[in-house]
């Protein structure tokens, strides 16, 4: 396993905010690390650099003193939310487990959205099969996903955040790592791991975002559904297994996601 690269791990710390998106104390992890992992220490000492990670004070906040670091984007923004939801958006962390077709396109929709602290974990590198439907351009094959998707974070706002993981998470490791984020958005392909992602969610209590349904041309429309604290969001019925994904219903589905994970930041929840 490569050496992760500290991009912007959060130097400044973030806001402590509830499950919900609103500004709160976190409540301490009652959860311990189950080994096993097949890396062992190094996975281990992953998880505790990712725990660990400083949170920005409330004193901070309230200072203005995160106002010092003006970019185009946050200008922008002014126009578009009020302040405080300015505030929830800016202090927020999102946990984006897979950056591809979903995970890239849900990261620069909610980077448009005033979102700047990351969360990003593959293990994968660019392929020029992913330029079909994925945020990535033909310079960026060949590199780490993460390291891309970073890169393209960066340049659109010179404020976020990024926490690179180069490679997958483990189930085992999801119920230390959960409360880390404010939410998190599950963008894998394997059935399994959507599976144990979602579960570790749904019983911790934490936000969750899925997508079921989005291969081919046309087909059912996109919906929402709201289990617990798991939401999903996709048609609900087509599978890559059957047809390919192509690049306007998976950002369709990355919208949707986008758009709920807005809901929960800003409302508490996405409406149904």
């Known amino acids: ?87 929830r958006l800016r202090f927020a962390r999102v946990g984006i487990v897979g950056c591809g077709g979903l995970g890239s396109n849900v990261a620069l929709m909610l980077a448009r959205s005033g979102i700047e ?26 590199m780490h996903k993460v390291d891309a998707l970073s890169e393209l974070l960066t340049e659109l706002n010179q404020a976020v955040h990024i926490e690179p993981i180069r490679r997958m998470l483990t189930p085992e490791e999801m119920p230390a790592l959960l409360p880390v984020c404010t939410l998190w958005v599950e963008a894998v392909d394997a059935p399994e791991t959507k599976a144990a992602m979602t579960t570790q969610a749904l019983i911790a209590g934490r936000n969750i975002i899925s997508a079921s349904g989005m291969a081919g041309i046309g087909g059912p429309g996109m919906q929402v559904k709201r289990v617990g604290s798991l939401t999903l969001a996709g048609d609900l019925v087509s599978d890559v297994e059957d047809a390919h994904p192509y690049a306007p219903r998976v950002a369709q589905a990355a919208a949707l996601m986008a758009d709920c994970a807005l809901q929960i930041l800003l409302d508490g929840t996405p409406g149904i």
């Open 117 to 142: 602290q990351f969360l990003l974990a593959d293990g994968d590198v660019v392929d020029v099969s992913n330029l079909t439907r994925q945020q990535y351009w033909p310079c960026h094959v060949g």
């Open 1 to 87: 396993m490569d050496k992760e690269q500290n991009l912007s791990p959060w130097a400044h710390g973030a806001t402590d905010m509830t499950p919900d998106g609103a500004p709160g104390a976190m409540p301490p992890d009652p959860y311990m690390l189950r080994s096993g992992n097949t890396d062992g220490p190094v996975q281990d000492a992953m998880v505790e650099r990712v725990r660990k990670l400083p949170r920005r004070a409330e004193s901070e906040v309230d200072s203005g003193k995160t106002e010092d670091n003006a970019t185009p984007l946050r200008e922008a923004l002014k126009g578009f939310f009020t302040a405080e939801q300015i505030r």
